[in-house]
């Protein structure tokens, strides 16, 4: 989630020295950030009551919650749903995300003020992001479900997806490829869901290190993704993500997005190196943390 790991670097830079060091202009700090606390010169409470409304997905997540998968939703599915007067759509991206394009009727809400509205228990609740990092939707949902919410449920592949299905949107959607591209760091962030197929075109191989679950691909072609799904092995797969050596155009994204529905599809394809300078980021991270930040004194 863009939005969500921008917000990790502020929370972040005066945590994790070693880290920061190693970002280069422009360059976003993995998921992995969130959860360090920030240095700071004052003490505070801790809690999610300053969160922004359609902020991070799930800064905080309960101890002991698991992801849920069995809460995904397919688009076609909830377009069939739309209609029914028990339904509440709850868009957790940005506000400026959501000012730009939404699924009507969706109404923009942050996860910290969802939990909180207990008049929403009883209601058909869907939970939507933008197709990015949705493991943590899936956790949002687990949690939910913890707290009494009787139906809830994620859109998978999030407004990415229901665009791929040409379905209704109010504002203006920048294009459907342009949603599922990856930058080296969320492909490494997507890498860490269990449930996501990781598929790798063959010219990026050297990708497998590191990355148990990877499955090589003769070639990046709707016909070899979708034999993949096929693959028994793969049953309950929440998304696919493609890695390709391969500089795909849009038109190219948007025809292998129609060909998996209703899985959504996400795409990288940058090289080895700039994946490889990302472990290298992340390395640094998993060093940071280890040390543990520098915390204030309080009450002196």
């Given at each position: 989630?863009?939005?969500f790991?921008?917000?990790?670097l502020?929370?972040?830079?005066?945590?994790?020295?070693l880290a920061?060091?190693?970002?280069?202009?422009g360059?976003?700090p993995?998921?992995?950030?969130?959860?360090?606390?920030?240095?700071?010169?004052?003490?505070?409470?801790?809690?999610?009551?300053?969160e922004?409304?359609?902020g991070?997905?799930a800064r905080?997540?309960p101890a002991?919650?698991?992801?849920?998968?069995d809460?995904?939703?397919d688009?076609?599915?909830?377009?069939?749903?739309l209609?029914a007067?028990?339904?509440?759509l709850?868009?957790?991206r940005?506000?400026?995300?959501?000012?730009?394009?939404?699924i009507p009727?969706?109404?923009?809400?942050s996860?910290?003020?969802?939990a909180?509205?207990s008049?929403?228990?009883?209601?058909?609740?869907?939970?939507?992001?933008?197709?990015k990092?949705?493991?943590?939707?899936?956790?949002?949902?687990?949690?939910?479900?913890?707290?009494?919410?009787?139906?809830?449920?994620?859109?998978?592949g999030?407004?990415?997806?229901?665009?791929?299905?040409?379905?209704?949107?109010?504002?203006r959607?920048?294009a459907?490829?342009?949603?599922i591209?990856?930058?080296?760091?969320?492909?490494w962030?997507?890498?860490r869901?269990?449930?996501?197929?990781?598929?790798?075109?063959?010219?990026?191989?050297?990708?497998?290190?590191?990355?148990?679950?990877?499955?090589t691909?003769?070639?990046?072609t709707?016909?070899?993704?979708?034999?993949?799904?096929?693959?028994?092995r793969n049953?309950?797969?929440?998304?696919?993500?493609?890695?390709?050596?391969?500089?795909?155009?849009?038109?190219?994204?948007?025809?292998?997005?129609?060909?998996?529905?209703?899985?959504?599809?996400?795409?990288?394809?940058?090289?080895?190196?700039?994946?490889?300078?990302?472990?290298a980021?992340?390395?640094?991270?998993?060093k940071a943390?280890?040390?543990?930040?520098r915390?204030?004194?309080?009450?002196?």
């Amino acid at each position: 989630m863009n939005s969500f790991l921008r917000s990790a670097l502020c929370a972040c830079c005066l945590a994790v020295p070693l880290a920061h060091a190693q970002l280069s202009p422009g360059t976003q700090p993995p998921a992995a950030l969130d959860g360090i606390p920030a240095t700071g010169s004052s003490c505070g409470r801790d809690d999610d009551s300053s969160e922004p409304a359609g902020g991070a997905i799930a800064r905080k997540n309960p101890a002991g919650d698991a992801a849920n998968y069995d809460c995904a939703l397919d688009a076609d599915k909830l377009q069939a749903m739309l209609s029914a007067p028990n339904l509440m759509l709850a868009d957790l991206r940005s506000p400026a995300a959501f000012a730009a394009f939404h699924i009507p009727p969706a109404v923009n809400v942050s996860p910290g003020a969802l939990a909180s509205k207990s008049y929403w228990r009883n209601k058909r609740l869907v939970l939507i992001g933008d197709g990015k990092g949705e493991h943590e939707l899936y956790v949002q949902c687990a949690h939910l479900k913890r707290r009494g919410y009787a139906h809830v449920q994620v859109l998978r592949g999030g407004v990415a997806q229901w665009q791929a299905h040409a379905l209704p949107l109010n504002g203006r959607a920048p294009a459907l490829a342009a949603q599922i591209r990856l930058s080296a760091t969320e492909f490494w962030q997507e890498t860490r869901n269990p449930r996501n197929l990781v598929l790798l075109d063959t010219r990026l191989a050297a990708l497998a290190h590191g990355l148990a679950s990877a499955r090589t691909i003769p070639a990046p072609t709707a016909e070899a993704i979708v034999g993949a799904l096929r693959d028994r092995r793969n049953a309950g797969v929440t998304a696919i993500v493609l890695a390709t050596a391969d500089g795909f155009v849009d038109a190219r994204i948007e025809e292998l997005s129609r060909a998996v529905r209703p899985v959504p599809i996400l795409v990288y394809s940058g090289s080895v190196d700039e994946y490889r300078n990302q472990l290298a980021l992340q390395q640094a991270v998993w060093k940071a943390r280890e040390q543990g930040p520098r915390t204030p004194r309080c009450g002196t």
